[in-house]
């Protein structure tokens, strides 16, 4: 038996919500943006790297988070009566590493995923998210699901403080389109969350809650000017933006004449910006491949919500 499962890309954070939101992004043309693992039988437990980013990981498996997520499983496993299988993991790394686009988060939930789909959906999926936020948090050092719930569920997902509950999914905008921006340059997560203060201002913490929540009930009434209206984010990206060559200036263009927001994706660099229209959508996916790409890595996406999350392909 051999299972091949996709993990999608996601916009962490969504501007609006820090560690608390996330959505699962697809490109409208098609392309596979996220992470492909492969399980299949073997005499023995191995794993193979291959993909456009193949080589932006460590050579050694045990160094590989694919491999630490074999070792988690098999330990959940080895507590129950099922018999644990020897296996061959392939990951075909399609995302790169620190892009903002939750690489680690597609590795660990396609991993995951494709080992559950090989033992027959032996755990539940709270079984199964719980052990995604683990192993994400063995990268980024804390526990924040904001990235693995949206690659894992799909769709739009709020954490809420409830640990039996995790995650809600709200209505998406399923009418936007969302241009996501890869400059071809890393930001690691490690290095995006040292350069955020340790404490926030009284003033900050009531623009926080009051943009949070207006996003959160613009979304239930489908409200697009309301949950774009007023989408600043005054935790993490006045701090941030300078880790981003060209971002303000981006963001200044396109709000002004393309786009109904512009933000961070997760911890940067990649930008994502927000438009109503598919036209729209392209004009912006134009102008920032000639004016927000750095290397020959970077690429831009013209995306909607991905509703469907992980699944085998």
């Known amino acids: ?139 980024s050092g804390s526990l924040h699901y904001d990235n693995v719930a949206p690659c894992y569920l799909g769709g739009l997902q709020l954490m809420v403080a409830d640990p039996d509950i995790i995650t809600r999914t709200l209505p998406s905008f399923d009418d936007c389109f969302f241009v996501m921006a890869y400059p071809g340059i890393e930001v690691s997560t490690k290095a995006a969350r040292e350069v955020l203060p340790s404490e926030y201002s009284r003033a900050d913490l009531i623009t926080y809650g009051q943009t949070l929540s207006g996003f959160v009930d613009a979304c239930h009434r489908q409200d697009k000017r309301q949950a774009f209206g007023l989408f600043d984010d005054v935790v993490a990206e006045p701090y941030r933006q300078h880790l981003l060559p060209g971002y303000q200036a981006a963001k200044n263009y396109l709000t002004e004449e393309l786009c109904i927001a512009v933000g961070i994706s997760g911890s940067g660099p990649t930008l994502f910006a927000v438009a109503e229209s598919k036209a729209q959508a392209e004009a912006t996916a134009k102008w920032l491949k000639e004016h927000y790409l750095q290397t020959d890595l970077g690429f831009v996406h013209v995306c909607q919500a991905d509703n469907q999350g992980a699944r085998r392909i």
């Not at 919500?17 to 437990?45: C, H, I, R, W, Y």
């Not at 050579?59 to 099922?82: G, M, R, Y």
């Not at 075909?92 to 680690?104: A, F, H, N």
């Open 1 to 139: 038996m051999a299972v091949s499962v996709f993990a999608p890309a996601s916009i962490g954070n969504v501007s609006v919500g820090f560690d608390v939101l996330g959505m699962a992004v697809q490109p409208a043309d098609g392309t596979l943006l996220g992470d492909v693992v492969s399980v299949e039988a073997a005499e023995k437990n191995e794993l193979a790297v291959v993909g456009r980013f193949a080589d932006k990981l460590p050579s050694q498996p045990e160094q590989n988070i694919v491999w630490d997520c074999l070792v988690h499983f098999n330990q959940a496993l080895a507590k129950t009566s099922q018999k644990v299988q020897t296996v061959k993991l392939t990951l075909d790394k399609k995302m790169p590493v620190g892009s903002g686009l939750g690489s680690s988060a597609c590795s660990v939930v396609a991993a995951l995923h494709g080992l559950n789909a090989f033992y027959d959906t032996f755990f539940s999926q709270e079984v199964m998210l719980r052990m995604m936020g683990e192993m994400e948090a063995q990268i």
